[in-house]
């Protein structure tokens, strides 16, 4: 039958429907075994993040929802609000994935699930997470790495890697960008700022690890011309100067910060550290969940255990 009307329901099944609705258990379980539901609100332009998600969700079993706008109408004076919105998703899913170019914070705050932060204005934690791990897999535990930062500090991804290298510094960090764009902003403690060197220039010959983190030309006040933008692209001249055994990373995309023959160094070794998006967003989700002990005992059970150790867990 069609449910297309009330008219299409009995009185008995009106009945029937609503003694079942105010069962609790019929709220959490169903026919068939309880998985989480992984709810995907991606309100600005992503690739790797929302498809890496959605792929960590399908390879934990778990169903995942997807919404891509803010509720809007004819007839609305303005759409519905990021916090209502998350209040309303998080009181379906087991766990909401969010990108959005607004602070994510507040609206986090009305959410009856778990939310994780697909980028916001503020952060992009779990590239961050993608970024220190493709670090320590290439080149060993980050604490014995000189590693660049070249573009713009005021990238999300940057302040979340800045928090991460507070927590564990490497042995040197370069902050490699232009005037104005190397002012990140985030409080870093005494060991991690007295290793912290921000350069004007591009000199890349003392570094382990590069990481390209892009370098938009902005607007307004903020516009960077193109040549000033060329000062920090990675070309085959400026990697000849690095070191043999050093490794460029980058979060992606890349328009042109790296050359098209620079693409082509066996040290830049972007798209493999964007393979592991994959597993890292499995951890994410796995950790959240059974934080909020919303996974089943059965998806539980289920859920990947890792059999060897992050490389930053050895020391
Ligand atoms: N690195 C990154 O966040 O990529 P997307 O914007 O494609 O998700």
């Known amino acids: 039958m069609h449910l297309l009307s009330i008219d299409d329901l009995s009185d008995s099944a009106v009945h029937t429907i609503l003694t079942r609705a105010l069962d609790p258990a019929a709220r959490t379980t169903g026919p068939v075994e309880q998985l989480p ?12 993040t929302k498809v890496g998600f959605a792929v960590a ?11 891509s706008e803010l509720r809007f109408g004819l007839g609305m004076s303005a759409g519905e609000t990021l916090a209502d919105t998350v209040r309303t998703l998080t009181g379906m899913v087991d766990v909401l994935v969010v990108r959005t170019p607004d602070p994510l914070a507040e609206a986090a705050a009305t959410a009856v699930a778990p939310v994780v932060n697909a980028g916001d204005r503020s952060e992009h934690p779990t590239q961050a997470l993608i970024d220190l791990l493709a670090m320590e897999e290439e080149r060993g535990g980050v604490e014995s790495l000189r590693v660049g930062l070249c573009g713009d500090m005021q990238f999300r991804v940057v302040r979340s890697l800045l928090k991460l290298f507070d927590r564990r510094p490497p042995a040197r960090l370069v902050l490699i960008g232009p ?99 994959v597993a890292v967003r499995m951890a994410v989700l796995e950790h959240v969940l059974r934080l909020a002990g919303t996974a089943s005992a059965g998806a539980a059970d289920d859920l990947v255990e890792p059999d060897s150790s992050y490389p930053g867990d050895k020391d």
């Open 37 to 48: 539901v992984v709810g995907l609100l991606f309100l600005s332009s992503s690739l790797r």
């Open 179 to 277: 005037p104005g764009r190397t002012d990140h902003g985030v409080p870093l403690g005494p060991a991690l700022e007295e290793r912290t060197e921000v350069r004007h220039h591009m000199a890349v010959d003392d570094l382990d690890v590069l990481d390209m983190v892009g370098l938009p030309e902005g607007a307004g006040e903020d516009f960077i011309a193109a040549a000033s933008r060329q000062e920090f692209a990675l070309t085959s001249a400026r990697l000849a100067e690095l070191p043999a055994d050093a490794v460029v990373l980058a979060p992606l995309p890349v328009i042109d910060e790296i050359d098209e023959p620079g693409r082509d160094d066996a040290r830049v070794r972007m798209f493999q550290q964007s393979d592991r998006g």
């Open 57 to 67: 969700g399908a390879r934990l079993g778990a169903p995942v929802v997807e919404a």
